[in-house]
């Protein structure tokens, strides 16, 4: 189950990188979506050791806790939005009599 969860957080994170338009936020995300497989790697390793070490386990699950709250904290702090450069005069007319209408 937890790697079905994985595999679903892995392609969030790739859809978001393409959305991200700032590069160094795509190199942040990237770095933390490195150290999430790190970590989900380890857990792994741990969780089919043949003796459970409870410190070592709750390290690794701490380490991967973090790693996906580091990645929440970048997707929410970019503009996963596109920005549009160039309005033309028709958008740019009906955003105007929208505003004028709201006030």
Known sequence: MIIKQVQDFKQA?????????EEQNKNELN????????????LTAVVHEKTLNRAKL??????????TRWICY????VSIVPEVKEV?????ACRDD??????
């Open 13 to 21: 994170i790739t859809e978001a990188q393409e959305k991200i338009a």
């Open 58 to 67: 709750t390290a690794v699950i701490t380490k991967v806790l973090d790693s």
């Open 74 to 77: 970048i997707i929410e702090k």
């Open 98 to 103: 929208i505003l004028k209408n709201c006030r």
């Open 31 to 42: 770095e933390a979506n490195v150290e999430l497989e790190e970590a989900i790697t380890e």
């Open 88 to 92: 033309s005069p028709e958008i740019k």
